[in-house]
């Protein structure tokens, strides 16, 4: 069984959210509120991302994958892929 299906679900639909809201604007760019959640869309994505490897890394190493943790917004904003 995959313990990370809800986080994986999480992640799918933040990224729908993300897309959709793109795509809808293309060629027009978004408005200040449209901004603010494209940019709130790409920080709880960047923070499920985070927990999805810290849970990887931690089964991977023999620990307890809940014992990883969603870090604050400014620690895992931007990490390259």
């Known amino acids: 069984m995959d313990d990370n299906k809800d986080l994986v679900e999480r992640i799918e639909a933040l990224a729908a959210e993300e897309r959709r809201l793109e795509q809808s604007h293309v060629g027009e760019g978004l408005s ?3 901004m ?3 940019r709130s869309l790409e920080s709880a994505l960047d923070q499920c991302w985070d927990l999805l490897r810290q849970r990887r890394a931690r ?3 023999g620990e307890d994958p809940d014992g990883a ?3 604050p917004p400014e620690v895992v904003v931007r990490y390259r892929q």
């Open 32 to 34: 200040a509120d449209e």
């Open 36 to 38: 603010a959640r494209l």
């Open 59 to 61: 089964r991977n190493v």
């Open 69 to 71: 943790e969603v870090r």
